[in-house]
């Protein structure tokens, strides 16, 4: 471990996901509803699997909000 590279984090410490922070009106869902967020979070599961493994905690949190981004 003496010889690893320390690198940025790409989540701050301590930042909480809620359901708070999904869209509430029907203007907002629209909004949502334009962007292809399972796309990319697929296009992010597969550079985490294919060469980036050090992104999968994030790509396993911002899975679990597919279903209401």
């Known amino acids: 471990m003496q ?7 790409l989540i701050a410490k301590g930042y909480k996901f809620s359901l708070k922070q999904c869209p509430k009106g029907n ?7 334009k962007t292809p ?7 992010l599961m597969y550079a985490q699997v294919c060469t980036h493994l050090d992104i999968a905690y994030i ?3 911002l ?3 597919l279903s209401n981004p």
Do not use: F, H, N, P
Request: with cysteine; net charge negative; hydrophobic share 35%.
């Open 3 to 9: 010889g690893c590279k320390y690198g940025d984090t």
């Open 27 to 33: 203007l907002e869902i629209q909004e949502m509803q």
């Open 37 to 43: 967020y399972a796309l990319a979070v697929g296009s």
């Open 59 to 61: 790509v396993g949190v």
């Open 63 to 65: 899975g679990r909000y």
